[in-house]
């Protein structure tokens, strides 16, 4: 039987402040959308194309931080506090080579990269525009993701949800003056948008470096100083973190993909596809954000050596992820014109938008129960299988794309029907792995 530690309360105590994290970058997004949708389709367009193509690179240090999450959780279930700290600060080294070498190559290959993948010249010069100051935020998110897989780990959450909260307001008031020129701020139009979203993840950081110097017993969890390196460990962390590295570079960079192809379809599809991503978003963030959970307390049952009870934890988290998704599914369904009305002053893009945020609205239940799933196999350790696993996947998920896109030529909202596809295969195949694969591991 579950502990107490693991009932309804505390997965929803555990999983509100992640959700809140999770909702950082969304808010992010859209405030910058929201925002930028008031200038232009043209402006709608570039936002969304550049914040992918920064998200493709941010999404190797979310997977260098799923490891770092794993591990953390592991040593505190199994209560070896002074391993949690030794792991974080080898973090340090390698998310601060990740993060220089991220910056490099966005620096000095976006130009070149955007000019091959954009094909609308007024949305690419946007694009660039808005990628020419939002590709120094990509050293400030490296360590945040590393502190927030720390705290996650730790079950520690809370202190993400002040960051998302100083991140909100931070973004909000810069985009608001950036953006339009309020405040006595200069008129910056879309390269104000990307300033702001720099700044707010600068505060992020120094917030983590602040708390955790305040509130974290440095001494009793071995976090300073650096003694000696120790290259196995290193090794350890590296080859955990690689498959999830690489699984999630290639699942964003395949999702980056699935835009493209809607860019080509015309600068009204992408402003439309712009809306639905950014609502997506928003109403997909207890999915994501309950996959965190069940990755963290599956590692940790593993940890306390019971994980006779994975069922049924697995259960109440994909039920509790369900109830709370129902809630915003709902709000969507009702008031589809309205939400799509916030993006736009063009009341007839709104209406287009429609059909595509309903088919956003059963996606997000369906990856309620994938994402629970599959995160639990990545919580076992077993992160090579869940690569592999969502390998085959995506093969499927880019035929279907190209499939309705290249060949049939359907609308937008047929197109989007590819995420509920993503999402009923994730949770088949991480299912059929749990029930029928030895997935026991140490780490």
């Given at each position: 039987?579950l502990?107490?530690?693991?009932?309804?309360?505390?997965?929803i105590?555990?999983?509100v402040p992640?959700?809140?994290?999770n909702?950082?970058?969304?808010?992010i997004?859209f405030?910058?959308t929201?925002?930028?949708?008031?200038?232009?389709?043209?402006?709608?367009?570039?936002?969304?194309?550049?914040?992918?193509?920064y998200?493709v690179?941010?999404t190797?240090?979310?997977?260098?931080?799923?490891?770092?999450?794993?591990i953390v959780?592991?040593?505190f279930?199994?209560?070896?506090l002074?391993?949690?700290?030794?792991?974080?600060?080898?973090?340090?080294?390698v998310?601060?080579?990740?993060?220089?070498?991220?910056?490099?190559?966005?620096?000095?290959?976006?130009?070149?990269?955007?000019?091959?993948?954009?094909?609308?010249?007024n949305?690419?010069?946007?694009?660039?525009?808005?990628?020419?100051?939002?590709?120094y935020?990509?050293?400030?998110?490296?360590?945040n993701f590393?502190?927030?897989?720390?705290?996650v780990g730790?079950?520690?959450?809370?202190?993400?949800?002040?960051?998302?909260?100083?991140?909100?307001?931070?973004n909000?008031?810069?985009?608001y003056?950036?953006?339009?020129?309020?405040?006595?701020?200069?008129h910056?139009?879309?390269?104000?948008?990307?300033?702001?979203s720099?700044?707010?993840?600068?505060?992020?950081?120094?917030?983590?470096i602040?708390?955790?110097?305040?509130?974290i017993?440095?001494?009793?969890?071995?976090?300073?100083?650096?003694?000696?390196?120790?290259?196995?460990?290193v090794?350890?962390?590296?080859?955990?973190s690689?498959?999830?590295m690489g699984?999630n570079?290639?699942?964003?960079?395949?999702?980056?993909?699935?835009f493209?192809?809607?860019?080509?379809m015309?600068?009204q599809?992408?402003?439309?596809?712009?809306i639905v991503?950014?609502?997506?978003?928003l109403?997909?963030?207890?999915?994501?954000?309950?996959?965190?959970?069940?990755?963290t307390?599956?590692s940790?049952?593993?940890?306390e050596?019971?994980?006779?009870e994975?069922?049924?934890?697995?259960?109440?988290?994909?039920?509790?992820?369900?109830?709370?998704?129902?809630?915003?599914?709902m709000?969507?369904?009702?008031?589809p014109?309205q939400?799509?009305?916030?993006?736009?002053?063009d009341p007839?893009?709104?209406?287009?938008?429609?059909p595509s945020?309903?088919?956003?609205?059963?996606?997000?239940?369906?990856m309620?129960?994938?994402?629970?799933?599959?995160?639990?196999?990545?919580?076992?350790?077993?992160?090579?299988?869940?690569f592999m696993?969502?390998?085959?996947v995506?093969?499927?998920?880019?035929g279907?794309?190209?499939?309705?896109?290249k060949?049939?030529?359907?609308?937008?909202?047929?197109?989007?029907c590819?995420?509920?596809?993503?999402?009923?295969?994730?949770?088949?195949?991480?299912?059929i792995?749990?029930?029928?694969?030895?997935?026991?591991?140490?780490?």
């Amino acid at each position: 039987m579950l502990t107490s530690s693991y009932s309804t309360k505390n997965i929803i105590y555990l999983a509100v402040p992640i959700m809140i994290g999770n909702l950082a970058q969304t808010l992010i997004t859209f405030v910058d959308t929201a925002f930028l949708g008031h200038l232009g389709n043209i402006e709608l367009g570039a936002a969304m194309m550049a914040g992918l193509y920064y998200y493709v690179f941010s999404t190797l240090a979310w997977g260098f931080a799923v490891g770092i999450q794993i591990i953390v959780a592991r040593r505190f279930g199994e209560g070896n506090l002074t391993q949690i700290g030794t792991v974080f600060k080898h973090g340090l080294v390698v998310v601060l080579g990740l993060a220089i070498t991220l910056f490099l190559l966005m620096h000095f290959l976006t130009d070149v990269l955007l000019n091959h993948i954009i094909t609308s010249p007024n949305i690419r010069a946007a694009a660039e525009e808005y990628m020419k100051f939002r590709h120094y935020g990509i050293i400030f998110v490296c360590f945040n993701f590393l502190f927030r897989s720390l705290y996650v780990g730790l079950s520690n959450t809370k202190v993400i949800t002040y960051t998302t909260l100083l991140m909100a307001a931070i973004n909000i008031f810069f985009d608001y003056g950036l953006i339009f020129g309020n405040f006595g701020f200069p008129h910056l139009g879309i390269s104000g948008a990307a300033i702001a979203s720099v700044m707010a993840e600068c505060s992020a950081l120094i917030f983590f470096i602040i708390y955790t110097f305040v509130n974290i017993p440095t001494r009793e969890y071995g976090i300073f100083p650096v003694k000696k390196f120790n290259f196995p460990l290193v090794k350890n962390i590296v080859g955990l973190s690689l498959p999830s590295m690489g699984q999630n570079l290639i699942s964003f960079g395949i999702w980056f993909l699935f835009f493209m192809m809607i860019e080509r379809m015309g600068e009204q599809s992408v402003a439309i596809s712009s809306i639905v991503r950014s609502v997506y978003l928003l109403i997909s963030v207890p999915a994501f954000a309950f996959g965190v959970v069940a990755n963290t307390l599956t590692s940790r049952i593993i940890g306390e050596g019971n994980e006779a009870e994975l069922g049924t934890l697995l259960k109440r988290i994909i039920g509790i992820s369900l109830a709370f998704a129902a809630v915003l599914v709902m709000v969507c369904l009702l008031f589809p014109e309205q939400l799509a009305g916030l993006y736009t002053n063009d009341p007839n893009l709104a209406v287009l938008s429609v059909p595509s945020l309903r088919v956003i609205c059963l996606s997000t239940l369906v990856m309620c129960v994938g994402m629970g799933l599959f995160s639990t196999v990545s919580g076992t350790g077993n992160t090579l299988v869940a690569f592999m696993l969502e390998m085959g996947v995506l093969v499927i998920y880019v035929g279907y794309v190209m499939l309705v896109t290249k060949v049939f030529e359907m609308p937008i909202e047929v197109i989007w029907c590819a995420e509920i596809v993503y999402g009923l295969l994730m949770g088949i195949a991480a299912f059929i792995y749990l029930k029928k694969a030895n997935w026991k591991k140490q780490i």
